[in-house]
């Protein structure tokens, strides 16, 4: 018998709908799965036992009366605990929230609904997504299932380790400044940081308004172009959705990448640890091979990424956590953790009367240019490779003492936030047993193609086989 | 006066929308259950998001327009952050330096002439009260009126005395009821006033160094007194030659007076940016001109039109144009009598005078109304010559009346009608010969 | 130390411990630090990015949708009484 957690979403989807495995199995199987697991890699912080199998039954009467089946009907996902979910506790994986149930659904969340998912669980977290490891959580860090001295990387900790270690077949997350890319790189999984606003935020607790992207990891990159044809679109509740019409990001996902243009930024190159820059090195010679066509580019503001960055987002931050003050929802200020008050204090400071033009507004001007890097370089290239973060998945504990250390890891993500263009992360290879991912980054609303990319790369590196020995 | 007031205000006008600023609960929030009229953005929970009313948009700058401010093409929202239990977000989404509406101007009797500063969206706060719960003091909270439309009014310190200011909340309350944003009624909370008062010595150039905000003004009938009593007050301190404290007051119904709040001593940082949940507003002059275009008459323009077109007296035409819907009844009726001979006059004496329901009245059956009780049809120098030989006609008819047989008056009547083959009204006819036969 | 931490945790609503205020303080020093990098970048004919959709006039038209009842509403409130949520009394009058 298979073990049915090693399945992809689209293998999963194919054997219930030809009847060759019923909803409630699939879903007992990996229900099983993340309850023996959970304590090893405190990956869920509330695991929807009932609800799951509610609504596998459910998906199961619809197979039986024949039905047609939406594209994500009975596939357990699990959700970063940053989305609201009517009717089941919602953390923020923070004290402040520990046990908010809200009393409505996000946007994303109401989609997959409709698509008939079975909603496993709500993942751990950098608390309020601030931080690069799952270390900020004030729930406990969650563990690498590679390695599980080793952090899984952040802020979407718990979705990385979840689906990597087969409790799910696929996780929701979110990225500003990386949360999703990281550590689906540190965890050998397909993440996706969509364009800003293909996506809508409604729902999901605000960190930066303008950057934060929601997105999802999962095994494979047919999988993860699947969950986007569902959560991609505009939405009135979100005024910074695109009105653009989706794709569909499926269809000629196996297309090839013959004669695309694909940039390396020098940039991002300049310092990597040589033995990361080799597999990315690597993985751009079997791009080649397979037809592309691979040039030098230059993104010359890449440097200010990082203080454009952290200036920006705890700006917005600071705003955005001022509702949390315990009178209609929640426990007090008190209760939130250090790094969450360290960038209120940072945002404060910077949004405040005397430092805004220094700063904020600085930064704002900055944040063009960076764009307009990346809107050049398209003009002579379809898509860009680059590394993910610049090193390999860290031991717990090991950087927790210095922000700005943890903020400089960053490096190779937060410009694509600053952009506001969409990257796809994908296995690359390993290094000492430990995964490690690259990016594919493409111009505004061209996921389509950055999954065509992605595809050829996978389909011939196979790099997703690779399973965690848990 | 030694000194002069320096007077700038601060207006806000609650719109009468059907829904809130940034959410689509009701914005009528008025008497209803506590915290029935919410969602996730009005309330401030996680994740939820704002998208702004076109139509509170499009009345804000109906109500520039209408005080004569240009409606620059590039607008935007900012956030403007600051903690109080009736803010559920911990900001404001607001206006800060690309408003909808600036530079416009009013002009006020005795042709003074008030600079309006901009006039721009925000949404309101929630409803706090205070209270007793078991023993203990308490505030409650109502966000029912959370994110409800506000347009803020600002205007430059060109008020010299309390009366222009009252003169002032008069016409923008009439402004917006003729525009149909809102009632713009003080005691309901629909128009809320925070003046700014200082004072110069007579003649001096110049603004004073300082100025004191009044609020809690909750009524039309306090306005002159609150803005009087701080005048006088601040009088007093430069009297013994202090400068009066830069500061907050709040107006105290009960004691009459301005009292100093104990509010924090620092200015409030507000860390203005801008809004990113929303994005920016970009007219083309063609809407601009739309918008313009489709502002109904204002009050101001109303008053001097009926000044030209009827010989009413000020007094009449202010009664007339009071209210939108009376002027137009009032255009209305005269249009109709215009066919019937019934003049402006004679429909403004009825509507002032007799105050019928002009809800339940059109304006034709109200012409129809005058016309029976006068006898317009025929021209009075011809009634009074048929009266006049019907009279000679029936001796025997009027002396039996004039004996007491008051029946004898409807042949009389009778009489009169035939001769004006209709013309003339029963009524009046009797009334007539009733005075004549005195 | 360059921010004046305990007036920008009154502006921020949080109490911090006097251990607190020296560390974040000491932390928050050094990232100030790195940020004066960004004066190395001219900027003085660039507008500033506010919104990186370049989207423009998103609104709603102006329609009354069904509400959340008042037990949603206040269905995570600690404190409520008779359908308003409670807080301890308030002495000064608001802001505007």
Known sequence: ?470 | MKYTPVVGLEVHIELYTKSKMFCSCSADYFGKEPNTHTCPVCLGLPGALPVPNKQAIEWCVAMGQALGCKIPLFSKFDRKNYFYPDLPKGYQISQYDKPFCVEGEVTLSGDKKIRITRAHMEEDTAKLTHAKVEGKNVSLIDFNRSGVPLVEIVTEPDFENAQEVVEYLKLLQQTARYLGVSQADMEKGDMRLEPNISLKKAGEKGLPGYKVEVKNINSFKFVEKAISFEIGRQSEVLDIGQIPKQETRGWNEQKQATLSQRSKEEAHDYRYFPEPDIPPIRWNQNQIKELEKKLPELPQAKFKKFQKEYALSAYDIEILTREKSTADYFEEAVSAGEKHNVTAKQIANVIINKKPDLEKTLPAQLVQNIKGQSTQNIKQADLDKILEEVLKSNPQIVDSYKAGKINAIQVLIGKVMQQTKGQASANEVKNILEKLLS | MKIDISHVAKLANLKLSPAEEKKFGDQLDEVLDYFTKLNEVKTEIVQPIDHITGLENVQRQDVAQPSLSQEEALSATRKTHNGFIQVEAILESGDH
Not at chain 1, 30 to 51: A, Q
Not at chain 1, 105 to 118: A, L, R
Not at chain 1, 382 to 393: E, G, K, N
Not at chain 1, 407 to 428: E, K
Request: charged content about 25%.
């Open chain 1, 1 to 470: 018998m298979v073990d049915v957690t090693n399945l992809t979403l689209q293998d999963a989807s194919k054997m219930l709908s030809s009847k060759q495995i019923k909803a409630k199995e699939l879903t007992e199987a990996f229900l099983d799965r993340t309850k023996k697991l959970n304590e090893k890699l405190n990956s869920f912080i509330t695991i929807t036992e009932d609800i799951a199998l509610k609504q596998a039954e459910k998906v199961d009467k619809l197979i039986e009366g024949n039905q047609k089946l939406p594209p994500l009907a009975g596939m357990p996902i699990g959700v970063k605990d940053l989305f609201c979910t009517k009717g089941i506790k919602t953390t923020a994986a923070s004290k402040v929230l520990e046990n908010y149930v809200p009393a409505y659904d996000s946007t994303v969340v109401s989609k997959i609904k409709d698509s008939q998912t079975v909603i496993l669980g709500k993942t751990n977290h950098d608390a309020w997504a601030h931080g690069a490891s799952g270390e900020n959580s004030d729930f406990g860090p969650t563990k690498n299932p590679y390695d599980l001295e080793r952090v899984p990387g952040g802020s979407s900790s718990g979705s990385a380790a979840a689906v990597a270690s087969g409790q799910c077949i696929a996780a929701l997350s979110t990225d500003t400044g990386g949360s999703t890319r990281q550590p689906a790189s540190f965890c050998n999984l397909v993440g996706i940081k969509p364009t800003y606003g293909r996506v809508s935020r409604y729902g999901v607790m605000a960190m930066a308004s303008s950057l934060d992207t929601i997105g999802h990891m999962t095994k494979t990159v047919w999988d993860n172009a699947q969950i986007l044809n569902v959560t991609a679109g505009n939405d009135t509740n979100d005024a910074t959705t695109s009105p653009r019409p989706v794709e569909d990001y499926i269809k000629e996902i196996e297309k090839g990448v013959k004669g695309k243009r694909i940039g390396l930024p020098r940039e991002y190159f300049d310092g990597l640890d040589p033995k990361i820059k080799s597999v990315i090195d690597k993985a751009s010679k079997e791009l080649e091979n397979l037809g592309a066509i691979i040039s030098d580019i230059s993104l010359p503001h890449t440097q200010y990424g990082i203080a454009t960055y952290y200036i920006i987002v705890p700006s917005e931050i600071s705003s955005n956590l001022a509702r949390y003050d315990g009178i209609r929802y929640g426990n007090g200020r008190d209760s939130f953790g250090a790094e969450a008050k360290r960038r209120i204090i940072l945002g404060t400071f910077a949004l405040s009367s005397g430092y805004y033009d220094a700063y904020y507004l600085k930064a704002m001007k900055v944040r063009r240019l960076i764009r307009d890097d990346f809107v050049n370089a398209f003009k002579n290239v379809d898509a860009i490779i680059a590394p993910v973060s610049p090193t390999l998945p860290f031991k717990i504990g090991e950087k927790v003492n210095d922000p700005l250390t943890m903020y400089l890891a960053d490096v190779y993500t937060v410009n694509v936030n600053l952009a506001g263009i969409p990257s796809l992360t994908v296995p690359a290879g390993f290094i000492d047993g430990l995964p490690v991912g690259m990016q594919v980054i493409g111009p505004d609303f061209s996921e389509k193609l950055l999954y065509q990319i992605g595809s050829a790369y996978e389909q011939k590196t196979k790099w997703y086989k690779s399973k965690p020995n848990i």
